[in-house]
């Protein structure tokens, strides 16, 4: 009997010790291997509670690394490239579940958002490379991570930053007020951006295509036109392609018949002062090919709105003279803008209520 009761002791103290080795296994690496290795046992399933560590450890392992490789020279290309390959790969595994990709999301989200919070400390290469690794996540827990990414000081983790919440803007338009909480962001952001490609994404991520939310679309549009237009009085010259993007939003809210006269009122109050910029511009010596370009599209795009908006009985034709050419062309343009905007003498079609443009769109 005596020694049935050591027998079974022992049986039992063999099944405890099994039972503490598999639940240690749930929450770590075995020793000595990489930490991204254990998560080959979890991919077909949901990670639970326990599991989760084993998630933060492998993306904790991959910045490491990353911050590793990029104190030297000779091997940032290296460590760059090692992340953007191993993150894509584990997160977008044949053998990930809808369940394992979610939760990979969830825990890599706030850590990678948590390097970009160093800001300036953090080097530009890895910032963009983390901006990148949220890209390849494409998901809702990725928002606020993407919003801080608009305030980073590198144009590039910007513009990643802008285009990442495109790709999340149709999740982001089932909330009303996280709608109206990311367009706010995109609007401080975007009005005082300068570099014209990133102002261009953030325009494009304040599209939605929601029509309840066109008012607030717009709206966001508007304050970034308003430090757009500030920013080109003061510069005048090197006028970029931005600002084809933010009259086309506002051309497909317009067609979408949900603007009331006053928010009409107030998109014609923009493109006036931008016509007239562009248009003056045009006129100007030393203007090179590349914004030639740039100017007659935009002139193209602006009047074209504005004729849709104002639709005045006999309306100006700034880009008419334009397509004509020939010498003068700048002169004649000039003389259709006036018809647009008037003089301290003379009142133009946008002078006239509803719209009340200042004379000479300033």
């Not at 909480?181 to 995109?186: A, C, E, K, P, S």
């Not at 261009?200 to 607030?216: P, V």
């Not at 308003?226 to 600002?243: S, T």
């Not at 979408?256 to 248009?279: C, F, K, Q, S, Y």
């Amino acid at each position: 009997m005596k020694r049935r009761s050591v027998l079974l002791l022992a049986a039992v103290g063999a099944c405890l010790s099994l039972a503490v080795t598999a639940m240690g296994q749930d929450a770590a690496a075995p020793e000595g291997a990489s930490a991204c290795a254990a998560l080959d046992e979890l991919r077909d399933g949901a990670p639970t509670s326990r599991q989760h560590p084993l998630l933060d450890n492998c993306v904790g392992e991959m910045l490491s690394e990353l911050a590793e490789a990029a104190s030297s020279p000779l091997t940032i290309d290296r460590g760059i490239s090692d992340f953007d390959e191993q993150f894509r790969a584990h997160y977008r595994h044949e053998d990930n579940s809808r369940a394992f990709k979610e939760k990979f999301a969830e825990r890599a989200a706030p850590l990678l958002r948590a390097e970009l919070a160093k800001g300036q400390e953090l080097p530009p290469e890895r910032a963009r490379v983390i901006s990148r690794g949220l890209l390849v996540l494409n998901s809702l827990l990725c928002r606020e991570a993407l919003v801080d990414g608009l305030a980073f000081p590198d144009q590039v983790v910007r513009y990643l930053s802008a285009k990442g919440l495109i790709a999340i803007n149709g999740e982001i338009d089932d909330d009303a007020q996280l709608t109206q909480r990311t367009l706010n962001v995109l609007a401080r952001a975007g009005e005082s951006e300068a570099n014209g490609v990133v102002v261009a994404m953030i325009y494009r991520a304040c599209a939605y295509e929601n029509e309840a939310r066109s008012a607030e679309a717009v709206n966001a549009i508007l304050r970034i036109l308003d430090g757009r237009l500030a920013l080109l009085r003061r510069l005048g010259k090197n006028f970029d392609r931005a600002e084809l993007v933010a009259v086309d939003v506002l051309d497909a809210a317009v067609d979408r018949g949900r603007l009331n006269d006053d928010v009409g009122a107030e998109i014609v109050r923009r493109l006036a002062p931008l016509l007239r910029m562009h248009t003056q511009r045009f006129g100007q010596d030393g203007v090179q090919e590349h914004e030639i370009e740039a100017l007659k599209d935009t002139i193209d795009v602006t009047e074209t709105l504005l004729k849709k908006v104002v639709a005045p009985s006999s309306p100006p034709g700034i880009s008419e003279k334009m397509q004509k050419g020939g010498d003068g062309v700048a002169a004649e343009m000039e003389l259709e803008l006036v018809e647009w905007i008037g003089t301290e003498q003379d009142e133009g079609v946008l002078n006239r209520a509803p719209w009340n443009v200042p004379r000479g769109a300033p």
